[in-house]
């Protein structure tokens, strides 16, 4: 685990989407999910919420919300090792989702919009990381084995079947609502498909038996 405390996700994870507020691209942006987006991280266990409402600054609450703080509407779990992989720009978002390292409940399109800013945030994150002496993270990340669902390496290919398209950007039929927990029907057919095909009718075992 990169992070032992809730702290040392609220310094790293929590203070890059408080400083991605106030920029003036991704700050934008961000606004213009017009929803309010709950990261809940795990291992160790936190909340990260962002009120994204277009025409006003982003606002972002840390662990417990305060009272009066609208509900999400947007819920995305994960790992804070996988958070940390994530806006580094370094975790193929459509892997992580097809196989459970990122959850996410609500409309599909806010969260493929939310998550397709991955590679905007990337520079913004590593830069935090070295200005607040924390670019340890940046090399720990590089030298420990790759975990399920990581992008591939650059020259390296996918699996077949979990390429992602536009540089592993998250896609989904607009209007459709990904389930927490729940991979793309996509997965569930090609699972199906890696069983041996059945012997046709006796033929390779009869083929060895003497004749009478």
């Known amino acids: 685990m990169l992070f032992t405390t809730a702290d040392d996700v609220h310094d790293s994870l929590g203070r890059l989407m ?10 934008l942006r961000l606004s213009r999910l017009d929803t309010v987006v709950q990261l809940r991280y795990r291992h160790p266990d936190t909340k990260v ?17 305060p009272q009066g703080t609208p ?18 720009g370094r975790q193929n978002v459509a892997i992580g989702i097809a196989r459970g390292l990122v959850q996410c409940k609500g409309e599909t399109r806010r969260i493929v919009d939310l998550l397709n ?19 340890a993270l940046l090399d720990e990340d590089a030298g420990l084995a790759p975990a399920e669902g990581e992008a ?13 398209p536009d540089g592993g950007e998250a896609t989904a039929p607009e ?3 990904v389930s927490e927990g729940e991979a793309p029907a996509g997965d569930a057919a ?9 012997e046709s009718d ?10 009478a």
């Open 49 to 65: 919420t962002l009120v994204a409402r277009e025409g006003d600054a982003p606002t972002v609450h840390l662990g417990e919300v």
């Open 190 to 198: 090609a699972a199906e498909g890696d069983a041996p095909a059945a």
């Open 202 to 211: 006796g033929t390779a075992a009869d083929a060895g038996e003497p004749q």
């Open 175 to 177: 209007g459709e609502a």
């Open 152 to 164: 591939p390496a650059e020259g390296a290919e996918a699996p077949a079947g979990e390429g992602a």
């Open 71 to 88: 509900n999400p509407e947007l819920v995305v779990t994960l790992d804070a090792d996988v958070g940390h992989r994530l806006w580094l």
């Open 117 to 135: 800013l991955a590679p905007s945030i990337a520079p913004h994150y590593e830069q935090l990381l070295r200005a607040t002496g924390r670019e």
């Open 18 to 27: 408080e400083e991605l507020a106030t920029d003036a691209d991704v700050g």
